[in-house]
């Protein structure tokens, strides 16, 4: 592995048409739970293979076996149930966790896939997991007095599984937190419960937070304890860079450059002027390069397309600053 | 005392059975019904959000606003002056609403809401209130792109909304009112909302309520309360420090407050209410108040909605018998 500006992505990658078909018919009772994850595992092998070939650095599983990313979780544990169908937006619903007891793990949650997915390549692959902070955030809460004991009890299982991930040889842990970004007022209980999530663990760990309000709160957003952010800056012009410039700020920073919202591919250009920016606030050993978000909003292609650009502009500007 | 909900109804039936937009929308994009087989379900939707209020004991009621995408774009959309961009993350929610962006001068074209009002009055053995965005909150949701003021952009909103009101109150609406979450957020922005409330109430023959959500009123209150309103909305959940703004709650004028929790599944208890009203009637007198859920009820699946509701009225009835 080269040392500087290394690519990776955020963690999910969109379902191939096949999978979603097949998810389908499982949530109907047309299918069963082991064909399901026969395919399910199929096309996990299928983007490890394409980050693989396109050369990224630290790859992801790419959750083909995830429909979100509270509710996953949420449906492993104990302490959970889950309510009936709340709308996002348009025409689209979701049913959200309800915390109805002490929450806790039954068993590893994440650990099988890791091991699956890591034993497909000889590339690191990151655990992924979500934070305490979010996993409260979005669901109901119907047991716990406050929002504070729910986050700070979710933050000891957050851990549980942050080190059995260890313990199963991931050398990267990314714990997201997209939540944060819509209560900066909160962001202080956010770092308190990543630091249990964090303690003790000798992996790299890596937190994403989705673009937020951050100028006001920023120092205590650095102050989260894990050894890298990964930041949304391509919907957000970049804004984030002239806050970092400012600051002691001796972290990592994956820097998205690709806007997962939008269908249209960045051009070359676009993509390598980003990473040239990113690389005025930070020297190329700290600066990592990745999508805004997860792509699973993508279609396969677009997702394919976005992760192409990143690659191709990563190599050019690293031959062009003979960077190893 | 009077029980109602603030706007919105969860849309689709918990258990299956009942008209269903989600379904019909979904077929519509299929190709498979009409834009008026869509209209007829969201009729029948309508009519079975407002029996459901009813049958949980609500005595003034809303149409659920069954038709609406979200609390802004259901009036842009029919605005002169606006168009609709992208999703959006509505405050600190985990909902999304498309963005509305002023890219031109705003006029009212014709009226937005006298068809549903005439439709839910039709439709009810309650009387009905029609509840919309204020022109504060529709500002602060939109991106401007025309009048680059926020005081002439609030003014030109509140001149439209004004239009609208006087519409509905002429279709016989007796009561009208306006959600103001945002003016919660900037206090500072107070002139702004004064001048904007005058040019909003002016000549409207209705029964006049404004409401804010998601927080406190703060130092705001005295002042809010001085605004051209009957009705004053308050949040008791997101905002517990909102009874101590009662010590000066005008003597001739209505509180409606917001006291059980339309974010969270957790049902109050009938004492939880008894106290609230309790606590409220310290400051103001029991014929003078509203009781109904902190905010829209749509954050919420159907059915604990409706069990919301229930547990409201059976609260409310109860506070009418410790506390008269």
Known sequence: MTTGLLTTSVGSFPKSPYLLQARNRAAQGKMDQKELHELELKATKEWIQFQEELGIDILVDGEQYRGDMVTYFAEEMEGFGISGLVRSYGNRYYRKPVATGPVARKSAITVDMYKYSQGLTSRPVKGMLTGPYTMVDWSFNEYYPTREAFVMAMAEVVHQEAADLEKAGAKYIQIDEPAVSTRPDEMELAARAMAVVTKGLSAFTITHICYGDFASVFDKLIAIPVDQFDLEMANSGYDLLDLLKGKNFTKTLAMGVVDVHNHAIESLEEVKASIRRGLEALPAERLYIDPDCGLKTRTVEEAKDKMRVIAQAVKEVKAELRIE | ?324
Request: charged residues 25%; proline residues 5%; contains cysteine.
């Open chain 2, 1 to 324: 005392m009077i029980t109602t909900i603030v706007n919105n109804y969860p849309k689709i039936p918990s258990l299956s059975g009942g008209p269903n937009i989600r379904r019909s929308m979904a077929q519509l994009d299929e190709g498979r019904i009409t834009l008026d087989d869509l209209h007829q379900v969201q009729d029948e939707a309508t009519k079975d959000a407002i029996s459901e209020q009813v049958k949980a004991g609500v005595e003034l009621v809303t149409d659920g606003q069954i038709r609406w995408d979200d609390g802004q774009t259901y009036i842009a959309s029919k605005l002169n002056g606006f168009s609709i961009s992208g999703l959006i993350r509505y405050f600190d929610s985990n909902t999304y609403y498309r963005q509305p962006v002023v890219d031109g001068k705003i006029s009212w074209r014709e009226p937005i809401l006298v068809k549903d009002y005439l439709f839910a009055r039709a439709a009810s053995e309650r009387p009905v209130k029609v509840a919309l965005t204020g022109p504060y909150t529709l500002a602060a949701l939109s991106e401007d792109t025309y009048y680059h003021d926020k005081r002439a952009l609030v003014n030109a909103l509140a001149a439209v909304l004004n239009q609208e009101a006087k519409a509905l109150a002429e279709a016989g609406a007796e009561f009208i009112q306006f959600d103001e979450p945002s003016i919660l957020k900037a206090p500072a922005d107070f002139p702004i909302v004064k001048e904007a409330m005058s040019v909003l109430t002016a000549g409207v023959n209705a029964k006049l309520a404004l409401y804010t959500y998601f927080g406190e009123a703060g130092e705001l209150a005295q002042q809010l309360f001085s605004l051209p309103f009957q009705v004053f909305g308050l949040d008791f959940v997101m905002g517990p420090n909102n009874y101590a703004a009662l010590k000066s709650f005008p003597g001739d004028k209505d509180l409606a407050m917001g006291i059980v929790d339309a974010r969270n599944t957790k049902l109050e208890t009938v004492d939880e209410i008894v106290a609230a009203v309790k606590k409220a009637k310290e400051h103001v007198s029991l014929d003078r108040l509203y009781l109904n859920p902190s905010c829209g009820l749509e954050f919420l699946p159907r059915r604990n909605a409706y069990d919301k509701l229930v547990r409201l009225t059976e609260g409310a009835k109860r506070a009418l018998e410790v506390l008269v």
